[in-house]
């Protein structure tokens, strides 16, 4: 939570800091047509990605299989697209990378296999307490306060 805060609060800083710079060098004007220019062809691509995205999810469950690897891609196309829709260079650039398929893949190629090790860790720890008999359940009866047999 406290990475989200200081993100939040440093983004708009830093996006501002950069603008200022651009619009410096090349002049206000210029930096405002290709701050829209990287909008417009953020959607373009958003909307090529989406697509074969979509496509490849359908074959996958058509298949009988089912469309992981295609579900985060959507995510990363929906963030991609809000960070682009963001006006700035910084987060134009990070969205970029969550809409180019090279940069994408590379991405959720290391968090699928990460993902995949922590979620096959917890099972095996699992197991292994129920197999030493630290079990975490812990036995009780309750009564209800408000139940018809306890007013009297």
């Known amino acids: 939570m406290r990475i989200l805060f200081v993100f939040?609060?440093?983004?708009?800083?830093?996006?501002?800091?950069?603008?200022?710079?651009?619009?410096?060098?090349?002049?206000?004007?210029?930096?405002?047509?290709?701050?829209?220019?990287?909008?417009?062809?953020?959607?373009?691509?958003?909307?090529?990605?989406?697509?074969?995205?979509?496509?490849?999810?359908?074959?996958?469950?058509?298949?009988?299989?089912?469309?992981?690897?295609?579900?985060?891609?959507?995510?990363?196309?929906?963030?991609?697209?809000?960070?682009?829709?963001?006006?700035?260079?910084?987060?134009?650039t990070i969205g970029f990378c969550c809409l180019i398929p090279g940069v994408r893949q590379l991405i959720l190629g290391w968090g699928l296999k990460n993902i995949q090790f922590k979620a096959v860790n917890t099972a095996y720890t699992y197991q292994q307490s129920r197999r030493d008999g630290t079990d975490s359940v812990i036995e009780g009866e309750y009564e209800r306060e408000n139940s018809p047999e306890n007013r009297k």
């Open 8 to 92: 939040f609060l440093l983004m708009p800083i830093i996006e501002i800091y950069v603008l200022l710079k651009v619009g410096g060098v090349i002049g206000v004007f210029n930096t405002v047509i290709l701050v829209v220019l990287t909008a417009i062809i953020g959607v373009m691509l958003l909307k090529q990605q989406g697509i074969s995205t979509l496509a490849r999810a359908q074959q996958k469950m058509q298949s009988g299989a089912l469309p992981a690897k295609e579900m985060v891609e959507g995510i990363f196309l929906a963030v991609g697209g809000a960070l682009l829709l963001t006006p700035g260079f910084v987060t134009d």
